[in-house]
């Protein structure tokens, strides 16, 4: 398999698909969202995932720092789940509660 594999090295995994030097892409979901025609089919199966979880912090000697809390806190409401699932990421489960500052 490693005589076929190409890897990608700063180009899309997608990009081999669309123009015809790959049948399969492994990627990130939001970076093969961004290549035009590649259709993406799902996931690796659980054992082959790889998550990455995003955090945020806010300095305390921050300028902005309640807008900065204030945007924290609306990427974890419902009405920001659609924005976030349309770019490829999952939202915060509707079950973890925000913490107050």
Known sequence: MNAKAKLGRGVPAGSFVVKGEADLAIQQIPELLGVPGVEIVGPL?????????????????????????????????????????????????????????
């Open 45 to 101: 199966p659980g054992d082959l995932q790889n998550v990455t979880t995003f955090a945020s912090g806010v300095s305390a000697g921050s300028a902005n720092a309640d807008a900065a809390k204030a945007l924290v806190r609306f990427l974890q409401t419902p009405e920001s789940a659609a924005a976030i699932k349309k770019h490829g990421l999952d939202p915060i489960p509707a079950a973890a509660p925000a913490k107050a500052s």
